[in-house]
Protein backbone atom coordinates (compact mmCIF):
# COMPACT_ATOMS: atom_id res chain seq x y z
CA UNK A 1 0.00 0.00 0.00
CA UNK A 2 2.91 2.14 0.42
CA UNK A 3 3.22 3.40 -3.50
CA UNK A 4 -0.49 4.88 -3.46
CA UNK A 5 -0.60 8.07 -4.62
CA UNK A 6 -3.16 9.12 -2.73
CA UNK A 7 -1.13 7.96 0.62
CA UNK A 8 1.70 9.73 -0.48
CA UNK A 9 -0.12 13.01 -1.53
CA UNK A 10 -1.23 12.36 2.26
CA UNK A 11 1.79 12.65 3.82
CA UNK A 12 3.34 15.29 1.16
CA UNK A 13 5.57 13.17 -0.35
CA UNK A 14 6.57 13.00 -3.90
CA UNK A 15 3.79 12.43 -6.73
CA UNK A 16 3.93 12.31 -10.33
CA UNK A 17 0.53 14.24 -10.77
CA UNK A 18 -2.29 15.38 -8.10
CA UNK A 19 -4.59 12.60 -6.77
CA UNK A 20 -8.23 12.06 -6.94
CA UNK A 21 -11.25 11.38 -5.77
CA UNK A 22 -14.84 12.86 -4.77
CA UNK A 23 -17.07 13.41 -1.89
CA UNK A 24 -20.41 11.27 -2.41
CA UNK A 25 -18.59 9.28 -5.35
CA UNK A 26 -20.96 6.47 -5.07
CA UNK A 27 -24.32 8.39 -5.00
CA UNK A 28 -27.08 9.14 -5.95
CA UNK A 29 -25.88 10.96 -9.74
CA UNK A 30 -24.89 7.37 -10.71
CA UNK A 31 -27.78 5.65 -12.77
CA UNK A 32 -26.19 2.33 -10.85
CA UNK A 33 -26.74 3.07 -7.72
CA UNK A 34 -30.11 4.28 -8.34
CA UNK A 35 -30.80 1.12 -9.48
CA UNK A 36 -29.40 -0.46 -6.50
CA UNK A 37 -31.51 1.83 -4.28
CA UNK A 38 -34.86 0.65 -5.70
CA UNK A 39 -34.27 -2.70 -4.73
CA UNK A 40 -33.04 -1.65 -0.70
CA UNK A 41 -33.59 0.46 1.47
CA UNK A 42 -30.95 2.50 2.94
CA UNK A 43 -30.51 0.32 6.25
CA UNK A 44 -30.18 -2.38 4.04
CA UNK A 45 -27.51 -1.16 1.92
CA UNK A 46 -25.89 0.39 4.93
CA UNK A 47 -25.50 -2.49 6.88
CA UNK A 48 -25.56 -5.40 4.27
CA UNK A 49 -21.84 -5.92 3.57
CA UNK A 50 -22.22 -7.29 0.52
CA UNK A 51 -24.75 -4.10 -0.79
CA UNK A 52 -21.92 -1.95 1.18
CA UNK A 53 -19.31 -3.21 -1.27
CA UNK A 54 -21.33 -3.17 -4.39
CA UNK A 55 -21.83 0.45 -4.18
CA UNK A 56 -18.42 1.53 -2.84
CA UNK A 57 -16.85 -0.14 -5.78
CA UNK A 58 -19.64 1.53 -8.30
CA UNK A 59 -17.82 4.16 -9.42
CA UNK A 60 -14.62 1.83 -10.63
CA UNK A 61 -16.87 0.70 -13.33
CA UNK A 62 -16.88 4.05 -14.64
CA UNK A 63 -14.06 6.35 -13.52
CA UNK A 64 -9.73 6.00 -13.11
CA UNK A 65 -10.25 7.30 -9.29
CA UNK A 66 -7.06 7.16 -6.69
CA UNK A 67 -9.09 6.67 -3.88
CA UNK A 68 -12.84 4.79 -2.38
CA UNK A 69 -14.56 5.81 0.03
CA UNK A 70 -16.77 3.35 2.40
CA UNK A 71 -20.43 3.47 1.83
CA UNK A 72 -22.02 4.39 5.14
CA UNK A 73 -23.09 7.03 7.52
CA UNK A 74 -21.96 9.51 10.13
CA UNK A 75 -25.32 8.15 11.90
CA UNK A 76 -24.13 4.83 12.54
CA UNK A 77 -22.35 6.10 15.88
CA UNK A 78 -25.77 7.19 17.21
CA UNK A 79 -27.57 3.95 16.29
CA UNK A 80 -24.65 2.38 17.66
CA UNK A 81 -25.73 4.22 21.27
CA UNK A 82 -29.18 2.94 20.80
CA UNK A 83 -31.05 5.91 19.06
CA UNK A 84 -32.57 4.39 15.79
CA UNK A 85 -33.40 7.13 12.59
CA UNK A 86 -35.71 6.75 9.78
CA UNK A 87 -35.30 8.15 6.50
CA UNK A 88 -38.15 10.48 5.72
CA UNK A 89 -38.59 11.83 2.42
CA UNK A 90 -37.94 15.66 1.74
CA UNK A 91 -36.88 16.17 5.15
CA UNK A 92 -33.79 13.53 5.88
CA UNK A 93 -33.21 11.42 8.91
CA UNK A 94 -35.61 11.36 11.96
CA UNK A 95 -34.50 9.73 14.98
CA UNK A 96 -37.17 7.59 16.62
CA UNK A 97 -36.28 8.89 20.15
CA UNK A 98 -34.59 12.54 21.15
CA UNK A 99 -32.00 13.30 23.96
CA UNK A 100 -34.30 15.61 25.95
CA UNK A 101 -32.99 15.43 29.21
CA UNK A 102 -29.34 14.41 31.37
CA UNK A 103 -31.24 11.27 31.98
CA UNK A 104 -31.46 10.17 28.34
CA UNK A 105 -27.95 11.03 28.13
CA UNK A 106 -26.68 8.70 30.63
CA UNK A 107 -28.44 6.01 28.61
CA UNK A 108 -26.88 6.54 26.00
CA UNK A 109 -24.63 2.87 25.65
CA UNK A 110 -22.21 1.69 22.74
CA UNK A 111 -22.95 -1.74 21.62
CA UNK A 112 -19.78 -2.89 19.97
CA UNK A 113 -21.14 -4.78 17.70
CA UNK A 114 -23.07 -2.92 15.74
CA UNK A 115 -20.22 -2.09 13.92
CA UNK A 116 -19.75 -5.73 12.73
CA UNK A 117 -21.66 -6.03 9.41
CA UNK A 118 -19.55 -2.55 8.37
CA UNK A 119 -16.20 -3.76 9.70
CA UNK A 120 -16.80 -7.03 7.44
CA UNK A 121 -17.60 -4.59 4.22
CA UNK A 122 -14.46 -2.73 4.77
CA UNK A 123 -12.67 -6.64 4.89
CA UNK A 124 -15.19 -7.14 1.36
CA UNK A 125 -14.19 -4.02 -0.23
CA UNK A 126 -10.41 -3.65 0.12
CA UNK A 127 -10.60 -7.50 -0.99
CA UNK A 128 -12.23 -6.73 -4.40
CA UNK A 129 -10.44 -3.00 -4.69
CA UNK A 130 -7.24 -3.06 -7.03
CA UNK A 131 -4.44 -2.13 -4.35
CA UNK A 132 -2.93 0.97 -6.17
CA UNK A 133 -6.70 2.47 -4.67
CA UNK A 134 -6.81 3.56 -1.49
CA UNK A 135 -9.94 2.94 1.37
CA UNK A 136 -10.90 5.64 3.24
CA UNK A 137 -12.86 5.06 5.63
CA UNK A 138 -15.06 7.64 8.03
CA UNK A 139 -17.12 9.38 10.45
CA UNK A 140 -18.71 12.71 11.86
CA UNK A 141 -17.14 14.55 14.65
CA UNK A 142 -18.85 14.52 18.20
CA UNK A 143 -20.21 18.06 17.90
CA UNK A 144 -21.85 17.28 14.47
CA UNK A 145 -23.15 14.44 15.42
CA UNK A 146 -24.28 15.79 18.63
CA UNK A 147 -26.35 18.03 16.64
CA UNK A 148 -28.63 15.94 14.99
CA UNK A 149 -28.91 14.10 17.94
CA UNK A 150 -30.17 16.92 19.84
CA UNK A 151 -32.04 18.16 17.45
CA UNK A 152 -33.84 14.73 16.22
CA UNK A 153 -33.96 16.20 12.72
CA UNK A 154 -32.06 18.18 9.94
CA UNK A 155 -32.07 21.75 11.76
CA UNK A 156 -32.00 24.99 9.95
CA UNK A 157 -29.50 26.44 12.95
CA UNK A 158 -29.30 23.32 15.18
CA UNK A 159 -29.99 26.19 18.21
CA UNK A 160 -30.51 23.12 20.95
CA UNK A 161 -26.44 21.68 20.92
CA UNK A 162 -25.42 25.31 21.75
CA UNK A 163 -28.61 25.43 24.76
CA UNK A 164 -27.32 22.96 25.80
CA UNK A 165 -24.00 23.66 25.91
CA UNK A 166 -24.25 26.99 27.66
CA UNK A 167 -26.64 26.10 30.29
CA UNK A 168 -25.48 22.82 31.31
CA UNK A 169 -21.89 21.72 30.33
CA UNK A 170 -21.83 18.97 32.50
CA UNK A 171 -24.42 17.29 30.51
CA UNK A 172 -23.05 18.64 26.89
CA UNK A 173 -19.58 17.18 27.99
CA UNK A 174 -20.91 13.82 28.76
CA UNK A 175 -22.55 13.64 25.76
CA UNK A 176 -19.37 14.77 23.96
CA UNK A 177 -17.72 12.16 26.09
CA UNK A 178 -19.83 9.23 24.94
CA UNK A 179 -20.07 9.79 21.38
CA UNK A 180 -15.61 10.60 21.22
CA UNK A 181 -15.31 7.10 22.60
CA UNK A 182 -17.50 5.49 20.01
CA UNK A 183 -15.76 7.70 17.36
CA UNK A 184 -12.64 6.65 18.49
CA UNK A 185 -13.63 2.65 18.75
CA UNK A 186 -15.26 2.83 15.33
CA UNK A 187 -12.42 4.14 13.33
CA UNK A 188 -9.82 1.75 15.17
CA UNK A 189 -12.36 -0.99 14.27
CA UNK A 190 -12.47 0.65 10.53
CA UNK A 191 -8.34 0.38 10.50
CA UNK A 192 -7.80 -2.92 11.69
CA UNK A 193 -10.59 -3.62 9.16
CA UNK A 194 -8.35 -2.65 6.24
CA UNK A 195 -8.91 0.97 5.83
CA UNK A 196 -6.01 3.43 4.72
CA UNK A 197 -7.29 6.48 5.95
CA UNK A 198 -9.51 8.01 8.36
CA UNK A 199 -11.75 11.56 7.12
CA UNK A 200 -13.50 13.19 9.79
CA UNK A 201 -16.56 15.20 8.33
CA UNK A 202 -17.56 18.06 10.39
CA UNK A 203 -20.71 19.25 8.67
CA UNK A 204 -22.04 21.03 11.67
CA UNK A 205 -18.94 23.47 12.32
CA UNK A 206 -20.57 26.40 10.96
CA UNK A 207 -22.74 26.27 13.32
CA UNK A 208 -20.71 27.16 15.76
CA UNK A 209 -18.61 30.64 16.71
CA UNK A 210 -15.32 30.84 16.16
CA UNK A 211 -14.92 31.23 20.12
CA UNK A 212 -16.73 28.81 20.80
CA UNK A 213 -15.20 25.86 18.76
CA UNK A 214 -11.91 26.10 20.37
CA UNK A 215 -13.70 25.49 23.79
CA UNK A 216 -16.53 23.14 22.81
CA UNK A 217 -15.64 21.22 19.82
CA UNK A 218 -11.71 21.26 19.13
CA UNK A 219 -10.83 19.42 22.49
CA UNK A 220 -13.29 16.53 21.07
CA UNK A 221 -11.94 16.84 17.33
CA UNK A 222 -7.98 16.50 18.74
CA UNK A 223 -8.93 13.25 20.36
CA UNK A 224 -10.18 11.44 17.42
CA UNK A 225 -7.57 12.82 15.05
CA UNK A 226 -4.84 11.27 17.56
CA UNK A 227 -6.59 8.00 17.43
CA UNK A 228 -6.23 7.49 14.08
CA UNK A 229 -2.42 9.44 14.23
CA UNK A 230 -1.62 7.13 16.88
CA UNK A 231 -2.62 3.92 14.30
CA UNK A 232 -0.05 5.26 11.58
CA UNK A 233 -2.34 6.31 8.92
CA UNK A 234 -3.34 9.40 7.38
CA UNK A 235 -5.95 11.48 9.40
CA UNK A 236 -8.67 13.90 7.31
CA UNK A 237 -10.47 16.80 8.57
CA UNK A 238 -13.35 18.43 6.59
CA UNK A 239 -15.43 21.56 8.07
CA UNK A 240 -17.33 23.52 6.15
CA UNK A 241 -16.89 27.80 6.52
CA UNK A 242 -13.98 26.21 7.71
CA UNK A 243 -12.51 29.95 7.10
CA UNK A 244 -13.54 30.62 10.28
CA UNK A 245 -11.71 27.73 11.93
CA UNK A 246 -7.90 28.39 10.05
CA UNK A 247 -6.00 29.46 12.88
CA UNK A 248 -7.16 26.42 15.03
CA UNK A 249 -6.59 23.97 12.13
CA UNK A 250 -2.52 23.40 13.07
CA UNK A 251 -3.29 22.77 16.12
CA UNK A 252 -5.90 19.69 15.30
CA UNK A 253 -2.48 18.03 14.06
CA UNK A 254 -4.37 16.21 11.21
CA UNK A 255 -2.41 15.05 8.29
CA UNK A 256 -4.76 16.81 5.24
CA UNK A 257 -7.07 19.63 5.50
CA UNK A 258 -10.18 19.21 3.80
CA UNK A 259 -11.17 22.65 2.54
CA UNK A 260 -14.97 23.79 1.56
CA UNK A 261 -15.78 25.34 -1.85
CA UNK A 262 -15.89 28.88 -0.06
CA UNK A 263 -12.56 29.74 0.48
CA UNK A 264 -8.82 29.98 -2.11
CA UNK A 265 -6.37 26.89 -1.62
CA UNK A 266 -3.75 29.44 -2.15
CA UNK A 267 -5.25 31.15 1.01
CA UNK A 268 -5.33 28.05 3.50
CA UNK A 269 -1.97 26.97 2.54
CA UNK A 270 -0.31 29.83 3.01
CA UNK A 271 -1.99 30.72 6.78
CA UNK A 272 -1.11 26.85 7.46
CA UNK A 273 2.43 27.64 6.78
CA UNK A 274 2.36 25.21 3.91
CA UNK A 275 2.41 22.14 6.88
CA UNK A 276 -0.10 19.80 6.01
CA UNK A 277 -1.72 18.30 2.74
CA UNK A 278 -4.99 19.69 1.40
CA UNK A 279 -7.44 18.17 -0.35
CA UNK A 280 -10.11 19.84 -2.37
CA UNK A 281 -11.63 22.19 -3.58
CA UNK A 282 -14.16 22.72 -6.81
CA UNK A 283 -17.46 24.37 -6.02
CA UNK A 284 -20.00 21.11 -6.77
CA UNK A 285 -21.87 23.08 -8.62
CA UNK A 286 -19.35 23.43 -11.76
CA UNK A 287 -20.10 19.82 -12.77
CA UNK A 288 -23.63 21.12 -13.67
CA UNK A 289 -21.79 23.72 -15.92
CA UNK A 290 -20.15 22.85 -19.97
CA UNK A 291 -17.07 21.04 -20.28
CA UNK A 292 -15.67 24.28 -20.85
CA UNK A 293 -16.36 25.50 -17.70
CA UNK A 294 -15.78 22.40 -15.82
CA UNK A 295 -12.15 22.61 -18.02
CA UNK A 296 -11.76 25.67 -16.92
CA UNK A 297 -12.68 25.61 -13.06
CA UNK A 298 -10.57 22.73 -12.23
CA UNK A 299 -7.83 24.00 -13.76
CA UNK A 300 -8.20 26.89 -11.67
CA UNK A 301 -8.48 24.58 -8.31
CA UNK A 302 -5.14 23.29 -9.58
CA UNK A 303 -3.20 26.88 -9.60
CA UNK A 304 -4.75 27.73 -6.81
CA UNK A 305 -2.77 25.17 -5.11
CA UNK A 306 0.26 25.63 -7.11
CA UNK A 307 3.70 23.95 -7.22
CA UNK A 308 4.90 21.09 -4.94
CA UNK A 309 3.36 18.01 -3.52
CA UNK A 310 0.72 17.52 -0.70
CA UNK A 311 -2.70 18.32 -3.01
CA UNK A 312 -5.29 16.34 -3.34
CA UNK A 313 -8.37 17.08 -5.74
CA UNK A 314 -11.31 16.80 -4.54
CA UNK A 315 -14.88 18.86 -4.55
CA UNK A 316 -15.39 21.61 -1.85
CA UNK A 317 -18.76 19.40 -0.94
CA UNK A 318 -20.38 16.33 -1.70
CA UNK A 319 -21.44 15.52 -5.48
CA UNK A 320 -25.09 16.91 -6.37
CA UNK A 321 -27.51 14.15 -7.48
CA UNK A 322 -28.34 16.22 -11.06
CA UNK A 323 -24.91 15.51 -11.88
CA UNK A 324 -23.89 14.16 -15.40
CA UNK A 325 -21.35 11.48 -14.48
CA UNK A 326 -20.04 12.66 -17.87
CA UNK A 327 -19.01 15.67 -16.04
CA UNK A 328 -17.30 13.45 -13.67
CA UNK A 329 -14.99 12.32 -16.20
CA UNK A 330 -14.06 15.49 -17.37
CA UNK A 331 -12.96 16.93 -13.99
CA UNK A 332 -10.88 13.42 -13.64
CA UNK A 333 -9.34 13.76 -17.30
CA UNK A 334 -8.24 17.60 -16.66
CA UNK A 335 -7.08 17.01 -13.05
CA UNK A 336 -4.71 13.95 -14.57
CA UNK A 337 -3.71 15.60 -18.16
CA UNK A 338 -3.09 18.90 -16.07
CA UNK A 339 -1.44 18.64 -12.79
CA UNK A 340 1.61 16.88 -13.79
CA UNK A 341 3.32 20.38 -14.57
CA UNK A 342 2.78 21.62 -11.14
CA UNK A 343 5.07 18.43 -9.61
Given at each position: ????????ACMKQKVERTPIWIMRQAGRYL??????????????????????????????????????????????????????????????????????????????????????????????????????????????????????????????????????????????????????????????????????????????????????????????????????????VPSIYFARSISSILSYLLEINC?????????????????????????????????????????????????????????????????????????????????????????
Open positions: MENQIFLRPEYREIRKKFSFHEMMHTPSLMSDVTLLPFERFDLDAAIMFSDILVIPESLGMSFTLVPGVGPVFNEKIQSRSDIEKLSLNIEYFKNIYDGINTVRKNLSKSVSLIGFSGTAWTIACYMLEGKPSKDYSKIRLLMHNDYESFSLLMDKITDSISKYVNGQIDSGVDAIQFFDSNSLFISQDDFEKYSLPYVKDIVTTVNNRGSVVGVDWSINLETVRNTLSDKVSLQGNLDPSVLLCSNEVIEQKTKEVLKSYGRGYGHIFNLGHGITPGVNPESVQKVIQTVKNFSPQFK
